[in-house]
């Protein structure tokens, strides 16, 4: 009987760097909070699970580790930082009763980022996949049998569609810089991130004004100075037409270098009046079985 025998290659022993550790900081400190369950990925990245989301991060720190040995020692890192950010639902590591301690160098990082909020957080672990190796077909380069620069989604709203990891980034900062210009306007109450809670009303976040009407806010965002032309998907164009001047459209240009808001106020009464222009720009093909 011929026996098979698989060489198995032995990873290469990598210290983490200061970088990596901020990764595992934020995944342990700003997870997605699930009702029963230790928290998930943070919700900017568009990822069902930790394993998906450490691997958009392999390009950047990868560094000659085979794929599983990379997956081991970042999701090692965050379970460390888990028994001292007591936020994830998670007990991380432990000595007796205490939470282990931190190495000196995840100490100073623990030191350094703690007082920093999410959104400066995120805008941080972002430029960290636009690195180097960390570009989207260099990540697929890397990890030839793990698809990663593109996540198929189902169950969410997306039909199954896929969507760049990229653009989930792009998206939900843009979002978030939304929220914080919102928190701080004279008269502006009772916001609303209905995409950071799972709700699809057509719109990412709502508010009061300051003569107490709702407005509904569509967020596009993109890393380019300039933003020529966006998508609405049926949903979010069905609730256009339904709100009509309660309904805007605000764009965020050069998320996260230097973002500014622009402004396009009830996008469906504007295209009645020729103002601006809708295309059918994507068609959806059914009938068919992909398994």
């Known amino acids: 009987m011929k026996i098979m025998t698989t060489e198995i290659s032995k990873s290469p022993r990598v210290p983490r760097s200061y970088d990596e550790l901020l990764v595992a900081f934020f ?42 040995s990379f997956y081991l020692s970042m999701k090692n890192a965050r379970d460390a930082f888990d028994g001292h950010t ?77 969507r760049s990891e990229d653009s989930n980034v792009i998206g939900r900062l843009a979002e978030d810089w939304v929220k914080e210009y919102l928190e701080v306007q004279d008269g502006v109450t009772k916001i ?24 509904r806010v569509e967020v596009k965002g993109t890393k380019n100075p300039t933003m020529i032309a966006f998508d609405l998907t049926r949903n979010e164009w069905k609730a256009a037409k339904k709100f009509r001047g309660s309904y805007r459209v605000w764009m965020v240009t050069d998320v996260p270098r230097n973002p500014k808001i622009h402004k396009l106020d009830d996008p469906y009464g504007k295209w009645e009046d020729g103002d601006i222009g ?3 720009t994507a068609y959806e093909v059914r009938g068919f079985r992909a398994e």
Not at 41 to 57: A, V
Not at 140 to 160: F, M, P, R
Not at 193 to 209: C, K, M, N, R
Request: proline share 4%.
């Open 192 to 215: 609303r991130h209905h995409s950071a809670v799972g709700e699809t009303p057509g719109y990412d976040l709502s508010f009061q004004d300051g003569l107490g009407d709702i407005i």
């Open 27 to 68: 995944l342990s400190k700003f997870g997605t909070t699930r009702e029963g369950k230790s928290a998930g990925p943070p919700l900017c990245f568009g990822t069902r699970t930790l394993k998906e989301t450490i691997e958009l991060f392999y390009g950047a720190f990868g560094r000659g580790r085979e794929p599983r």
């Open 86 to 162: 007591q936020t994830s639902g998670r007990v991380g590591w432990k000595s007796g009763d205490a939470a282990q301690d931190l190495t000196a160098l995840a100490q100073e990082v623990w030191d350094d980022l703690s007082p920093l909020s999410e959104l400066e957080m995120t805008g941080r672990v972002y430029a960290l996949l636009q690195t180097g190796q960390s570009q989207i077909e260099q990540r697929q380069k890397e990890i030839s049998s793990v698809a990663i620069g593109l996540t198929e989604k189902s169950g969410n709203g997306n039909n199954g569609r896929r």
């Open 278 to 280: 809708i295309e059918p």
